[in-house]
């Protein structure tokens, strides 16, 4: 099956807006969007947070904080993140694709 690597790296203006208008959705809207990739709480043991653990994923836009590039930090990479890479809760997208590589191979 075909499946198109979506990294959320120069994401067009309707992907921009598109991700925009799901982000200021209500939180019952959010998860039952298409969009939506479901969390795996199993998964999402290593978490410690007073607050609700993450019960789905939606594309977040983000502005690059080193270069002011605007991004989508998209939903599968950050279930990638947490339930693969376990990072952070707390731990969000904050620069562009081609600051981290700047910023990796100094
Ligand atoms: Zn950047």
Known sequence: MFRRRETGQNPSANELAEAERVAALHPVQQKAHPSAVAADP?????????????????????????????????????????????????????????????RNQR
Request: aromatic share 14%.
């Open 42 to 102: 199993s998964r999402l043991r290593h978490i410690n947070t007073y607050g609700a653990l993450p019960e789905y994923y939606i594309d977040r836009p983000f502005i690059c904080r080193a270069c002011g590039k605007q991004e989508i930090w998209k939903a599968a990479d950050q279930k990638w993140y947490y339930e693969d890479a376990k990072g952070h809760i707390d731990a969000k997208a904050v620069e562009c694709h081609a600051c981290r590589t700047t």
